[in-house]
């Protein structure tokens, strides 16, 4: 059966405002998450503690990660892919972390330089000082369906990494369609062979994009077989600048347009998110490409 509540993992303010030409102000981005917070959002993930020049969208994170505070009863995680990156984001007191492989080797040296195994020993230590600093780790899995420049992705090619990573301590698993070409049979086969394996479907969140249309039919299959943990970006935000053709992430808004009407419990408030998803297009220059904002915008 479906699960009675689904913690949304609200990815905008990083996957969405990594992947904007427009290099938002800080401040901006301040006040967007505390707006993603007054919408009821409790994993907001906020910045990246990656090189600045890979991704200079968020190469404010020292300044960012102050202005936020102390939000009550919201997890504010960021995106670390080395020792160096720890060291920053914990010298904050971040205390919530993801780190980010790929189960295509082309992924992974595109966005981490290095391939998936060497990605997997950098990962190691970071993981560990974390768990040793009782510091939550996701460990983020990208290209689980389909890669642009490698195609198709083998089910046991991506429970491979997905074991590596929850070995090295990762406490949950986030499995990213990249490039948003998963369709709901793939996904049913992917959860049922990583169960096979032995990972448990409480430590599995997932990761879809829409370019295909695919997103919400894929969260509902996904749903379907027990996973409660869903990654959006608020008003459909965002890509992966590493990533050719990794358009739109599945819109917040759209994803509690689906859970309200299953019933499913998710302590958003869809008009407070509608509206700062609007004000954040007005700060973007551009329209939001989700189907559900627009929906309510326009009433
Ligand atoms: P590298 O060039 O191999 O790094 O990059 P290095 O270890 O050789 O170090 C080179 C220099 O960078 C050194 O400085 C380091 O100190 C510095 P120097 O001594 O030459 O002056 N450096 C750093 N500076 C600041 N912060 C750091 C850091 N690390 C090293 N953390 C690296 C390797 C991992 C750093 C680089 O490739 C990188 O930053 N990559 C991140 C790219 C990124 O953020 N991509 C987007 C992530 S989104 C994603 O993966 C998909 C996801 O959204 C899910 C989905 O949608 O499917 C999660
Ligand atoms: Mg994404």
Not at 77 to 90: D, F, K, Q, S
Not at 211 to 230: D, E
Request: with cysteine.
């Amino acid at each position: 059966g479906l699960p009675p509540r689904v913690r949304i993992h609200e990815v905008g303010a990083r996957d969405g405002l990594q992947n904007e030409k427009t290099v938002v102000p800080t401040e901006v981005k301040a006040e967007f998450i505390h707006r993603l917070a007054g919408a009821g959002l409790t994993t907001i993930e906020a910045t990246s503690f990656v090189h600045p020049k890979w991704v200079p969208q968020l190469a404010d994170a020292e300044q960012l990660f102050p202005q936020l505070g102390d939000i009550p009863g919201v997890a504010l995680p960021v995106l670390v892919p080395n020792e160096r990156g720890l060291e920053r984001a914990t010298a904050l007191g971040a205390r919530r972390i993801a780190v980010f492989g790929s189960a295509t080797e082309t992924f992974a040296q595109r966005n981490l330089n290095r391939g998936v195994d060497e990605s997997l020993a950098m990962f190691e230590p970071v993981v560990a000082k974390a768990r040793a600093d009782k510091i939550h780790v996701r460990g983020y899995l990208s290209m689980c369906f389909g890669d642009p420049w490698e195609g198709p992705v083998p089910v046991h090619q991506v429970v491979r990494v997905a074991k590596q990573l929850l070995d090295l301590g990762c406490d949950e698993l986030s499995l990213g369609d990249t490039i948003g070409v998963a369709t709901p049979g793939h996904v049913q086969s992917l959860l049922a062979e990583l169960n096979e394996e032995g990972v448990p479907t409480s430590a599995i969140g997932v990761h879809f994009h829409d370019t295909y249309g695919q997103a919400l039919a894929n969260t509902f299959a996904a749903l379907q077989h027990g996973v409660s943990t869903v990654d959006a970006s608020a008003g459909g935000l965002g890509g992966c600048p590493y990533a050719k053709s990794a358009t739109g992430n599945l819109a917040t808004e759209d994803l509690v347009w689906m859970l309200d009407g299953l019933g499913i419990e998710t302590g958003v408030d869809l008009g407070r998110l509608t509206a700062t998803s609007v004000w954040m297009a007005g700060q973007l220059g551009r329209p939001s490409p989700s189907r559900t904002v627009r929906a309510l915008s326009h009433k």
